[in-house]
């Protein structure tokens, strides 16, 4: 059975937030030279951050590069009196 | 552009109260059929509409002929997308299905080329990719979607760049196997479609298209529509 999008997001963060909380919390036992752990310690919050900013850009750069039909709407428009005057020939009553 | 005798294709068109647009979706529909000189037919599945779009769906049947152009009533409760297309397959005699909205039909040559050039079981028109766009949406309309499409993105890694297109092309047995699986309703449905194909191993292209929405009438984007969206979007994320 296959797992589901949010049982991988699941994983995923129970994965590196143990990663994350051994290193940078350091239980005794396992500790590594305090610089690296100041500077462990607040990445998930660079993470968050950073993914923040990634999102805003990509949105914005979609939102400005989203195309505008304009020929296509101009001959939908021409196929629909086309249409209109073709079907009225043939019978249809609109 | 020859056509290679073996394929023909179903097109579902589930409507209500779409007198007004019917007749041109057809027109539109035939002429691109005949163009592309490949064997179609068209069901119209018209759920009890208040309107007369039975009665004017009938009239086009007289006048394409009863092969080309195939009537059926269906009346539900709440009209959903699902019902129909369930109802329409039916009568299908195509070995490829067109699922489209009653107000759009652009392209639909396009999709068949596209999926004789890579044999996809399913092809999808995508707003978001090549010369695909959208026609007289302001600002706001197309954050929301650009919006709602990253975030489906990022949850759900559909491999396809546009869920909510009202566009498709599918083999039939493919279409077959994805409704009995699928179980959303409205349009969520048709993002649960193309998420269980890829789980499933289907082939998916895509065509850009032209979304010029609604050609009678207005399309409603509200605070509604964008909840029930983020309710179905985590919905399939938590179940798929």
Redesign the interface.
Known sequence: V?M???GQWLCGVALLGSAWAALALAPPGLRLPAPYRQALLPLPVYLLVAFGCY?LA??GY??AT????????AE?QE??SA??E??RR????? | MAADSGDKFSVLLPTYNERENL??VV??LVRTFRQSGNNFEIIIIDDGSPDGTQE?AE??E??YGSDKIIVREIISILFSSGTAYIHGMKHATGNFIVIMDADLS?HVSLYSIKQKEGNFDIVSGT??KG???????D?KR??I???A??ITQ????PGASDLTGSFRLYRKEVLQKLMEKCVSKGYVFQMEMIVRAR?LGYTIGEVPI???DR?YGESKLGGNEIVSFLKGLLT?????
């Open positions: 296959a589901t999008k949010l999102s990509t949105v979609r939102l989203f195309n505008d039909c304009e020929e296509a709407a939908l196929h629909i249409a209109r073709d079907l043939r019978g249809l009553r609109f | 007749p041109l027109w539109l004017i009239q086009l007289k006048i652009h707003r978001y010369n695909g766009g959208v026609y007289g949406w600002l197309k954050l979607s650009r919006g499409n990253f990022v949850l759900l890694r789980q032209s979304f010029v050609v399939l994320f938590a179940t798929t």
